[in-house]
């Protein structure tokens, strides 16, 4: 037997060798996924830039190995694997490593740059917390391997995501914003101008970029882009009228720009669109604020303790508040990670 412990993930990598009996059993019980539609391609409008899934049979392994995690963490101590590496493994074509081609799997060190160009994807575990897709067309390299901090930079393409640690412990960095991993499934692509769009499949996301925020729970997408950092998130399914109006406001300076498309997005918003409204409160021209708070208090009332005067003189602990009462998570995470994230860096 191998008295390298990851040798034992063998199968997980790439099918080969002996795969363990829970593996089989959860593929075997996962299978019927693969009758399900082909996942929703996403395309950077902006751009026109797009990104087609990675086949049915990753996202089976990925779903295996989170179960497989959970459950054998559960059950047996993990070994110590010295410093919690990352891996990397070929999926398709000939991706590189440190310019290198990648013939199999390698360890990851810090710094080494991983592309795949045209026709090559790639895998790759993010330590013991994780696990990223690599789509065609990417480049990204690990600025951190540390327990507890994982940090990577994706400079273009697309990676699909889905981290099992507890929140906070995973970071990206783009050329327009830091994604904070809370706990979720994601996909982030990046575009030859550094502009980025994120879609949320589980958990939630948290951007960045100079005290500018967004929150994007499951379901919603968000937008970053160079020298403004994140934009304003909306649900996948909000009238296309909204999500076409927040696109139009991400790129809005003034208050000009800004009322022709706010006033689409308060004509349209539903209940749930207060993730959108919520956000508008520090995005939009101080003039423009009481029709986002007097609409947003129809949809959502303002919790006790939070006034419309406090929140439109900026009290930041009533808007978070607030974010509260939408009923998407607190706030309290959020800042707890952010100050842990900032303190290590």
């Not at 970029?209 to 909306?234: C, D, K, L, S, V």
């Amino acid at each position: 037997m191998s008295t390298d412990p990851l040798d034992d993930e063998q199968y997980l990598w790439d099918g080969t060798g002996v795969p363990d009996p829970d593996v089989q059993r959860l593929e075997a019980l996962l299978a019927p996924l693969a009758a399900r539609p082909e996942p929703l391609a996403l395309a950077l409008s902006a751009s026109g830039a797009s990104w087609s899934p990675l086949p049915w049979r990753s996202c089976l392994a990925a779903a295996a190995v989170v179960l497989v995690a959970v459950g054998v963490a559960t059950r047996m101590p993990r070994p110590d694997v010295g410093g919690d590496p990352w891996r990397v493994a070929r999926v398709e074509g000939l991706p590189t490593l440190a310019a290198a081609p990648l013939a199999r799997h390698a360890r990851i060190a810090e710094g080494r740059w991983i592309e795949t160009g045209a026709g090559a994807s790639a895998v790759m575990f993010v330590g013991r917390i994780g696990r990223l897709e690599v789509a065609p067309g990417s480049r990204l390299r690990v600025t951190t391997a540390a327990p507890g901090d994982h940090r990577a930079e994706l400079v273009r393409g697309t990676i699909q995501a889905q981290i099992w640690a507890p929140p906070g412990q995973f970071v990206i960095d783009t050329p327009s914003a830091t994604t904070v991993d809370l706990g979720c499934a994601y996909t982030l692509t990046v575009d030859d101008a550094g502009r980025g769009l994120i879609t949320v499949e589980g958990g939630w996301v948290g951007f960045e970029h100079q005290g500018r925020e967004a929150f994007i729970p499951a379901g919603a997408t968000g937008r970053t882009y160079p020298g403004r950092g994140p934009g304003i998130p909306a649900y996948v399914d909000a009238p296309a009228a909204l999500r076409e109006a927040v696109d139009a406001l991400d790129l809005a300076d003034d208050v000009v720009a800004q009322a022709g498309p706010l006033t689409v997005v308060l004509r349209e918003a539903r209940r749930e669109d207060a993730l959108t409204l919520w956000h508008l409160l520090t995005r939009v021209d101080a003039s423009l604020v009481p029709q986002v708070v007097d609409r947003l208090d129809t949809l959502v009332p303002m919790p006790a303790g939070v006034t419309r005067e406090g929140v439109l003189a900026g009290n930041r602990a009533m808007r978070d508040a607030w974010w509260d009462a939408l009923g998407l998570g607190t706030t309290s995470w959020w800042r707890t990670w952010r100050q842990q994230w900032n303190d290590g860096r």
